[in-house]
């Protein structure tokens, strides 16, 4: 007899139904096992990137503090270096969860084959394999594999096999029929439930390439409805489609296939060309995105992995009618030293453009100190001025406990007076200026790191909530509300050219300094013998 199965009862509401546009909905996703508890996203939203199954810079308590952190996924490719992966060896209801410290009541952890930022060349794909990289290099990962892997691991959501291809672009006619044809039988493959079994909450990548005829192909089969041994994998489905959740696009293969067209046959200049309100290749993926989804029903869930700016997200709403986004460009502005800092609506737009972020490893900021970002204030400062939201994240919102802090078994329980002592709010404390976190950074502090990631991801989180309101309250102004925007803010992200800059100076500035202080001591050993350090 099979275990009860703990995967979540998952669905997806519309305010208003859209094929193309703008567009606010509701995930509600609800877990066996955990009483009345349900998770609600509301969208367009983000998912939070993950290295390893853990979001870096971040520990257990700084996710477990935010919420702005409530979908996180987890490339499964970097487990594969040992066999079987060790989460698929964790016991309980919720593995995965436990595993990686998440919450069961508040995150939706979801499964995916491989890193949907890697855009490394890998060796071509099988019939039935998928090529992916591991700490110990390339692997091949079969849909038996991969539907065993995830029946065990128990996400909340699993994103199917899909036979994109990382090989040299561009790709011939018969390579992208290829792709369509095993996608489709990969996805019937993770379909595939024993009876007495809960069916995998499933999103199928958008196969086709940059080919229009090949992406709507694909949309087709999805559809179409199955017969004979094909039906009998997948009942009591009827169709591919019914048994997917969403369908999910990512643009890294997409961008790269454009460039190597434009590198052999260099396109015409456009219109938009000379816009600077469109990024680059924007202008191109929208039709891609538009064939892929234009037979397909406009009720379920889409995602795009890899976008690169605020710009490029709100052009995806208005375009296409995107509902989730991952959050990977956020996270890596905190590896680079950028603390973002920018709203949506715009509240003022005079003055010139402004960069999206501030480069914290620039000296400007040594004796600065005002708050990370101009657009929002700590909750301590919040007092003095209502019209300007507040950042929870805990560089803007640092807090202290009003109790004493325990740690262990030998927690005492409260009761009384002291029960009622520690029901009391936060006390929360000023907030940290960019000239601590320009110390940190140069001091090579990992928290500086931490801050920065907690600060970047309550920014997007409160774009995403902007937006939200803008589309539910004033749906008639959301193009003029995206024009400020992009008027307002640097397209070109010049800001996180001059922080990778600024991070790698800083860290060879480190790896010197580490060489001579390697040497200093080696004389001091060597009893004043000069030893040269190659």
Not at 17 to 44: F, L, V
Not at 359 to 382: C, K, V, W
Request: proline content about 8%; some cysteine; glycine content about 6%.
């Amino acid at each position: 007899m099979s275990q009860p199965s703990a995967v979540a009862n998952f669905s997806f509401s519309l305010s208003s139904q859209t094929r193309y546009g703008p567009r606010i909905g509701t995930i509600i996703s609800r877990r066996p096992g955990i009483g009345a508890e349900t998770i609600q996203i509301q969208t367009p939203g983000i998912l939070t990137a993950t290295s390893r199954g853990v979001i870096p810079h971040l520990s257990r308590d700084h996710h477990r503090r935010t919420n702005a952190i409530r979908w996180v996924n987890v490339p499964f490719e970097t487990f594969l270096e040992h066999n079987p992966p060790v989460p698929t060896l964790q016991p309980g209801e919720n593995p995965l969860h436990s595993f990686l410290g998440f919450s069961p009541g508040k995150h939706i952890l979801s499964l995916s084959a491989r890193d949907p930022y890697d855009g490394r060349e890998m060796p071509p794909n099988g019939q039935n394999h998928v090529s992916v990289y591991s700490l110990r290099g390339v692997r091949k990962l079969t849909p038996a594999d991969w539907r065993s892997y995830a029946h065990a691991c128990k996400p909340d959501v699993v994103f199917a096999l899909s036979d994109i291809p990382f090989t040299d672009p561009p790709y011939s006619q018969k390579r992208l029929t290829k792709s369509i044809e095993r996608s489709a039988a990969w996805l019937s493959t993770i379909l595939r439930t024993p009876e007495g079994e809960t069916p995998p909450n499933v999103f199928v990548q958008m196969s086709g390439g940059i080919s229009l005829p090949a992406r709507k192909a694909f949309s087709d089969s999805l559809l179409e409805r199955l017969f004979g041994p094909e039906a009998e994998v997948i009942k009591p489905l009827h169709s591919l489609n019914e048994g997917v959740i969403g369908y999910t696009f990512d643009l890294v293969p997409l961008r790269q296939s454009l460039e190597a067209t434009e590198k052999r046959t260099p396109r015409p200049s456009s219109p938009t060309d000379l816009n600077p309100v469109i990024p680059s290749h924007t202008e191109q993926i929208i039709p891609l995105l538009k064939a892929s989804l234009s037979s397909l029903p406009e009720t379920k869930l889409r995602l795009i992995n890899s976008t690169e700016s605020p710009h490029e997200v709100l052009h995806y709403i208005s375009s296409v009618g995107i509902d989730l986004f991952d959050g990977h460009w956020a996270q890596r502005a905190a590896d680079v030293g950028v603390a973002l800092d920018f709203e949506f609506p715009v509240r003022t737009t005079s003055g010139s453009k402004r960069d999206i972020g501030h480069n914290l490893y620039d000296e400007r900021y040594t004796l600065d100190f005002g708050p990370l970002a101009d657009s929002f204030l700590g909750a301590l400062a919040q007092v003095d001025s209502k019209s300007t939201p507040v950042c929870p994240c805990a560089a803007c919102s640092p807090v202290s406990s009003p109790n004493r802090i325990f740690h262990g078994v030998d927690t005492p329980e409260f009761s009384g007076e002291s029960a009622r002592d520690s029901d009391a709010g936060p006390i929360y404390r000023p907030s940290y200026t960019r000239a601590y976190i320009h110390h940190l950074l140069h001091t090579h502090e990992m928290s500086a790191h931490s801050f920065l990631a907690m600060h970047n991801l309550e920014v997007l989180d409160a774009f995403f909530a902007g937006i939200r309101a803008v589309i539910a309250e004033r749906p008639d102004t959301w193009s003029e509300e995206v024009l400020k925007f992009c008027e307002k803010y640097d397209e070109e992200l010049v800001v996180f050219d001059s922080a990778k800059i600024s991070w790698k100076e800083v860290e060879l500035a480190r790896g010197k300094g580490r060489l001579a202080r390697e040497k200093s001591k080696q004389e001091e050993t060597t009893l004043g013998t000069v030893v040269e350090l190659e």
